[in-house]
């Protein structure tokens, strides 16, 4: 997949990770006034500190819970997955689901605009292991061959954050009282640190539900042809914003997955090898598909 983004964004965050309960103030404040965030006395509304409030603004779009209005750009409003999940009687307002943890992962570490470093660190860095002066290092030449100019500061920044969206605050050394506060994303154990040096869990995740990794399948599918019926397994495992690499899956947990998927669809999923080559088939797909699973596994 070719780079696709308007305008990475940087900084925007603050420095803070996303803590429990921002990304619903987010879309609650945006139900209720859609300028919210312009506002001077956002914060006090919002009943956080003033960067804070700016920083659950990004937030919120940095996992597409919001959107910026095509009219003006001040203005926000949460999309349909952000009112689905977490309006008053959404599906999971309060993230109490596990599932819903992996959802906002996925709509994260896919975000090329506000969440690079999340999209790049998952799906274009291939070491299991790493320590953050190489992380800093590949995302430099990423972004020189991207084309996007930024300083070595603001990198190393980024990368922070990013560790702190993983890392429970006990595993770190150092750090002040806000970033002791963790991310929910913590509890997906995606990354875990030892002695200096970060690792990606690689393989079977045992929270993962099936019907949430069928519906980043099929969007991920979608994402490379509307009217695509056929993909191979190594494209879904392998290739840049896959749900294999995003969700850091080998081969034997996508094969697990998908031949639950088969018998979830009715076999409108089907897994299939061809002269040596497994590829997935899909018999029936709209764009509707991917929502019917999420319908299946909250209602």
């Known amino acids: 997949?070719?780079?696709?983004?308007?305008?990475?964004?940087?900084?925007?965050?603050?420095?803070?990770?996303?803590?429990?309960?921002?990304?619903?103030?987010?879309?609650?404040?945006?139900?209720?006034?859609?300028?919210?965030?312009?506002?001077?006395?956002?914060?006090?509304?919002?009943?956080?500190?003033?960067?804070?409030?700016?920083?659950?603004?990004?937030?919120g779009l940095a996992t597409?819970?919001?959107?910026?209005?095509?009219?003006?750009?001040?203005?926000?409003?949460p999309t349909v997955l952000g009112k689905t999940l977490l309006s008053d009687e959404g599906w999971d307002p309060y993230l109490e689901d596990i599932g819903t943890l992996w959802l906002i992962h996925w709509q994260l570490a896919?975000?090329?605009?506000?969440?690079?470093?999340?999209?790049?660190t998952f799906s274009r860095y291939y070491d299991v292991e790493f320590r953050k002066e190489h992380l800093i290092e590949f995302l430099e030449k990423q972004f020189?061959?991207?084309?996007?100019?930024?300083?070595?500061?603001?990198?190393?920044?980024?990368?922070?954050v990013f560790l702190r969206t993983y890392i429970p605050s006990q595993s770190r050394q150092g750090g002040n009282t806000e970033e002791s506060l963790d991310c929910p994303?913590?509890?997906?154990?995606l990354i875990h640190l030892n002695d200096r040096v970060y690792r990606f869990d690689v393989g079977r995740?045992?929270?993962?539900?099936?019907?949430?990794?069928?519906?980043t399948l099929l969007e991920f599918i979608h994402s490379r042809d509307e009217k695509r019926r056929t993909i191979?397994?190594?494209?879904?495992?392998?290739?840049?914003?896959?749900?294999?690499?995003?969700?850091?899956?080998d081969e034997n947990s996508m094969l697990d997955y998908l031949e639950t998927l088969e018998s979830l669809t009715n076999n409108a999923l089907r897994l299939r090898e061809t002269a040596g080559i497994r590829?997935?088939?899909?018999?029936?797909f709209t764009t509707e598909s991917s929502w019917d699973l999420l319908r299946g596994y909250y209602e």
Not at 185 to 189: A, G, K
Not at 240 to 246: A, N, T
């Open 110 to 120: 896919r975000n090329q605009g506000r969440g690079l470093v999340w999209y790049l």
């Open 185 to 189: 994303l913590v509890d997906l154990n």
């Open 64 to 77: 597409g819970f919001l959107e910026e209005s095509t009219e003006n750009r001040s203005m926000v409003e």
């Open 1 to 59: 997949m070719p780079f696709q983004s308007s305008r990475p964004a940087f900084g925007g965050h603050e420095k803070f990770v996303f803590r429990q309960g921002w990304l619903k103030k987010a879309v609650d404040a945006a139900l209720h006034a859609p300028d919210i965030f312009s506002r001077e006395e956002a914060f006090v509304e919002l009943g956080v500190g003033k960067n804070m409030a700016a920083a659950i603004r990004y937030w």
């Open 144 to 160: 020189t061959q991207i084309g996007i100019h930024t300083t070595l500061a603001m990198i190393e920044r980024e990368v922070e």
């Open 279 to 284: 590829q997935i088939y899909l018999s029936t």
């Open 232 to 249: 191979s397994v190594d494209e879904c495992l392998y290739h840049p914003g896959s749900p294999g690499q995003i969700f850091k899956l």
């Open 205 to 215: 995740k045992v929270s993962l539900p099936v019907e949430i990794f069928g519906y």
